[in-house]
């Protein structure tokens, strides 16, 4: 079993930057595809980015297109979501998920394992 535990969150203005991070413990981190996902109050999860096991292919939602980077370091069991030119529409909880199997990067339903999330509000 992994454990995915997300970090990195927290207030920032319009425009500014952040970079979350997502650990793993347990099985091999390098097995599973990679993603992060974000849900802001009163709507649904929606894929913000993921990336292959070996880091080599992204992809990311057009909403976060070349503002978004995800990459990984495999070394150190952790996933990075960074996060650029940020805007009040991104203001959500951003949670990470690892899917074994593949299938559709951007699905919810590919994911089985979730990590808590962690809190980013963006103030305009």
């Known amino acids: 079993q992994v454990l995915l535990v997300e970090s990195g969150g927290g207030l920032v203005q319009a425009g500014g930057s952040l970079r979350l991070s997502c650990a793993a413990s347990?099985?091999?981190?390098?097995?599973?595809?990679i993603g992060w996902f974000r849900q802001a109050p009163g709507k649904e999860r929606e894929f913000v980015a993921a990336?292959?096991?070996?880091?080599?292919?992204?992809d990311e939602a057009d909403s976060v297109k070349g503002r978004f980077t995800i990459s990984r370091d495999n070394a150190k069991n952790t996933a990075y979501l960074q996060m650029t030119s940020l805007k009040s529409e991104d203001t959500a909880v951003y949670l990470c998920?690892?899917?074994?199997?593949?299938?559709?990067?951007?699905?919810?339903?590919?994911?089985?394992?979730w990590g808590q999330g962690t809190q980013v509000t963006v103030s305009s």
């Open positions: 998920a690892a899917n074994l199997y593949g299938g559709n990067w951007s699905s919810l339903n590919e994911y089985a394992l």
């Open positions: 990336i292959g096991r070996s880091g080599h292919y992204t």
């Open positions: 347990g099985r091999a981190f390098s097995n599973f595809i």
